[in-house]
Structure formats: structure tokens, C-alpha cells
């Protein structure tokens, strides 16, 4: 899971998916990581702990870090939460990029339409509400889609 700060909308994403995962009893491992670096070291946005927390999930234990070429080593799946992102792990990756392992997260949930989770950085907390929602939703997909998968093989 991968945005600009790693502080506010990929720890949600990491949070959210990782207890729908296992939940599901998927074995999975979600990170999170963010392509600007400015907060490396930092726990999430206190906003985004809060929204979290009020959903029964903890996640102000995450800790930011910068995303790296070798992610694309160590993991599967590297959903982007907004173009911009997309563009950033492109030039950080470089040769090491696989498109086949990239998509805009909101993919899954709309397909083909490239649709991006709003940034609620700048703005004051029902953002943070609107996004904890959209995220939400959004792992729900990817759990069903893999569960099904899993159930067909
Ligand atoms: P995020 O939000 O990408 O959802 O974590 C941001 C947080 C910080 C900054 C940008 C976006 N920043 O530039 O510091």
C-alpha cells in the first residue's frame, strides 16, 4: 500500500487489509510505504490513528518509510493510492519496475476507471472519515476477489 507521506491514507490501507486478511484466514503479509520520505520514522497521522481506532483497528504502532526498488522484490501486490504515487514508484524503481505487479488501488473496487483516494492531509477530519470509508470498501474487494481465488484453485 503506497501514497505520498505513508502517514495517512497507506496505513489505513495496510491496517484495514491486513484484519480483513486474517479474518478471511488469508496468510498474508500488508506493508505500507510512502514515495516522498518527509516522515520517515513517524507513526501515522494522529487523525488517521483516531478514525482507525474508532473502527476497531490499531495502527499507531506503523511506523512511515520510503518505498524502495527492492519492494518489488519482497512483495506481490503494490497497489499505488493515487497517479502521482504511480509516477513516483516508476522513477524510484526504474529498471526494477514490473507492471505487472502495479495498479491504482481504487482499481479494484472500480475497474478501468483509475480513480485516486482523496489526500485528507490538508484538510480538517470528515476527510479522514470519507477515507477510512473508500479504503474500506476497497479491501473488501481485494478479499473477496483472492478468497474466490483461493476457493476455485
Ligand atoms: P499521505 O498524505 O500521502 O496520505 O500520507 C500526505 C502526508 C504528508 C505529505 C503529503 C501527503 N507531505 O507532503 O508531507
Known amino acids: ?38 516522515h520517515t520514522g513517524e507513526p501515522p497521522h494522529h487523525l488517521s490513528i483516531k478514525v482507525a481506532k474508532e473502527n476497531g483497528i490499531d495502527i499507531s504502532k506503523q511506523r512511515s518509510r520510503k518505498f524502495t526498488a527492492a519492494d518489488f522484490d519482497n512483495y506481490d501486490i503494490i497497489y499505488a493510492m493515487a497517479a502521482d504515487v504511480l509516477a513516483d514508484i516508476k522513477q524510484i524503481s526504474r529498471h526494477q519496475f514490473d507492471a505487472t505487479k502495479v495498479d491504482l488501488f481504487l482499481n479494484e473496487l472500480y475497474p478501468g476507471q483509475d480513480r485516486e483516494v482523496p489526500d485528507p492531509w490538508y484538510g480538517p477530519e470528515p476527510g479522514y472519515h470519507e477515507v477510512f470509508a473508500i479504503i474500506d470498501e476497497a479491501c473488501s474487494s481485494i478479499v473477496k476477489k483472492y478468497s474466490n481465488q483461493t476457493i476455485n484453485e
Request: hydrophobic share 35%; charged share 15%.
Open 1 to 38: 500500500m503506497v501514497c505520498l507521506g505513508n502517514i495517512c491514507r497507506s496505513p489505513l490501507a495496510e491496517g484495514i487489509l491486513q484484519q480483513k486478511a486474517e479474518r478471511a484466514g488469508l496468510g498474508w503479509h500488508v506493508d505500507s510505504a510512502g514515495t516522498n520520505g518527509y
